[in-house]
């Protein structure tokens, strides 16, 4: 079978990192190859617009932060979503954006965060006590100050978004990533169906 390669336009290291980590655990069996493009902050719909456009690949999507995009957005994730479906003149295009930063899916094992950073029994507490007040971790913010990554960095001061994310990353498998990121687990969905 012949390799798929999916261009990804990523906000930056944090998510292009997960992008590729991504492929070769999940989607590379799949054949299907996942290439990150760093925007380097400065998310706008027209920067998003413009990378899409100038990716490598027929086939291509977004992996950006809802809360990352520059604008007094009254839009929904789903609505910004579907804005961009409509911005982009590509065929195969697969708009996408992170609900609450990339960090929320740690939240997915709250066991693995606590072994990479070695948490005593009170920030495994922390860690409890925030995944308890929401749903799901897709969902877990309510501002700018309260971000996942923010979050982690005010219960470990030392919480180092690439090292710290990515051995954390590596750690949580997909599967249970996507079993408790209904959106998430959508994207990767439509990924493999734009595909196959």
């Not at 003149?89 to 697969?94: D, G, S």
Request: overall charge positive.
């Amino acid at each position: 079978m012949t390799f798929r390669n999916i261009s990804v336009i990523c906000e930056g290291t944090t998510e292009s990192d997960f992008i590729k980590h991504l492929s070769r655990v999940y989607f590379v069996p799949k054949h299907i190859c996942l290439k990150p493009i760093i925007m380097d902050g400065n998310v706008s719909i027209d920067r998003l617009v413009y990378f899409v456009h100038r990716a490598n690949y027929p086939i291509s999507t977004t992996f950006v932060d809802y809360y990352g995009i520059k604008g007094n957005h009254k839009e929904s994730c789903e609505e910004l979503e579907a804005l961009l479906k409509e911005k982009v003149k590509k065929e195969h295009f697969i708009p996408y954006l992170q609900k609450h930063e990339t960090e929320a899916l740690w939240f997915s094992n709250i066991d693995v965060i606590g072994k990479v950073k070695n948490a005593t029994v009170a920030q495994q507490k922390k860690l409890q006590t925030i995944i308890t007040n929401y749903p799901n971790p897709e969902n877990i913010n309510n501002s700018r100050e309260t971000a996942p990554s923010k979050r982690l960095m005010s219960i470990f001061s030392n919480y180092n978004k690439i090292i710290d994310g990515n051995s954390i990353a590596q750690n949580i498998s997909i599967e249970e990533i996507k079993s408790k990121c209904p959106r998430f687990a959508n994207w990767l969905s439509r990924i493999e169906q734009e595909v196959y």
